[in-house]
C-alpha cells in the first residue's frame, strides 16, 4: 500500500514570495491533515479536511495561509506571502474517517520549508 | 482547551536501561492517546495508542497504560536499543468537535551502545 506522498521535499524561498506545497493521502482516506512543525515543537495542526469539507481550520492563518481539497483526494496548501517565521516543516497526514478518534493517523515525509 | 505536556529531552540512556517519557494531558470528555515515533531521516509514524481509561497499549516493547485519574500516559521499555534512537511524541485525539489531535514538544532519546 503506498503511502502518503509529498512534494516538493524541500523548498527555499524569499520572505514575501509565495509557494505550494502537494499531498496525496492513502487511497480511501477520507480525512486529511495539514500540520506545521517549527524545529523542537510538536505538529500543530493547521486544517483538517473531510472529503471536500473543512472540519477544523481555527489555527490557519488564513490572511497568508489557503488550503484546498479538490475532488477530496489530493490537496494543496499555499502559503502568500511567506514570513521569516514560516520555516517549518509542513507535514500532511490522512486517517480513515471509520477511525473516529481512535484512527491513527498516517504521515507523509513533509516539506521543510526556509524563508530567507 | 486541551494539551498535552512531554518531559523534556533529551534523553540519553545506556543500551538495556529502562525507560520512562512522561506524558500528561488536560483534555474535556474521553479522549483517545497515542505516542507517535519519528526516526532519523523519517516520518511520524504511531507506536501504539489507547482509547479508554485503564486500557494498555504496547507495541515493539513499548508500553503506556490511560489512566485517567492522573491525566497521564507515560511511555516505558524495559531495555532500550540503539535503534530506539528517536523522537517520541504523546498526543491526544478528542472524541468531540471533530476529532482534533493535540501533540506534545516531543522528547528526542539517545541510546549509546
Known amino acids: 500500500e503506498a503511502g502518503v506522498a509529498q512534494s516538493p521535499r524541500y523548498k527555499i524561498i524569499e520572505k514575501r514570495q509565495s509557494v505550494a506545497f502537494w499531498c496525496n493521502p492513502i487511497?480511501?482516506?477520507?480525512?486529511l491533515y495539514w500540520y506545521q512543525q517549527i524545529l523542537g515543537q510538536g505538529p500543530k495542526l493547521l486544517i483538517q479536511?473531510?472529503?471536500?469539507?473543512?472540519?477544523?481550520d481555527s489555527q490557519l492563518p488564513k490572511d497568508r495561509f489557503s488550503a484546498e481539497r479538490l475532488k477530496g483526494v489530493d490537496s494543496t496548501l499555499k502559503i502568500q506571502p511567506a514570513k521569516l517565521e514560516d520555516s517549518a516543516v509542513y507535514l500532511c497526514?490522512?486517517?480513515?474517517?471509520?477511525?473516529?478518534?481512535?484512527?491513527?493517523?498516517?504521515f507523509g515525509p513533509g516539506t521543510r520549508l526556509t524563508v530567507l | 482547551g486541551n494539551s498535552v505536556t512531554q518531559m523534556e529531552g533529551p534523553v540519553t540512556l545506556s543500551e538495556e536501561a529502562f525507560l520512562t517519557i512522561n506524558c500528561t494531558y488536560t483534555?474535556?470528555?474521553?479522549?483517545?492517546l497515542f505516542w507517535y515515533v519519528q526516526y532519523p531521516g523519517e516520518g511520524l509514524q504511531l507506536l501504539l495508542k489507547?482509547?479508554?481509561?485503564?486500557d494498555k497499549g504496547s507495541n515493539k516493547g513499548f508500553e503506556a497504560t490511560y489512566r485517567k485519574e492522573t491525566t497521564s500516559f507515560h511511555l516505558e521499555k524495559g531495555s532500550v536499543q540503539v535503534s530506539d534512537s528517536a523522537v517520541y511524541f504523546c498526543?491526544?485525539?478528542?472524541?468531540?468537535?471533530?476529532?482534533?489531535?493535540?501533540f506534545g514538544a516531543g522528547t528526542r532519546l539517545f541510546v549509546k551502545a
Open positions: 498526543a491526544l485525539t478528542s472524541n468531540t468537535g471533530g476529532f482534533k489531535t493535540i
Open positions: 489507547a482509547t479508554k481509561a485503564d
Open positions: 483534555a474535556t470528555g474521553y479522549p483517545s
Open positions: 479536511f473531510q472529503n471536500n469539507g473543512v472540519v477544523d
Open positions: 497526514a490522512s486517517s480513515l474517517v471509520s477511525g473516529g478518534a481512535s484512527g491513527e493517523q498516517f
Open positions: 487511497s480511501g482516506h477520507a480525512t
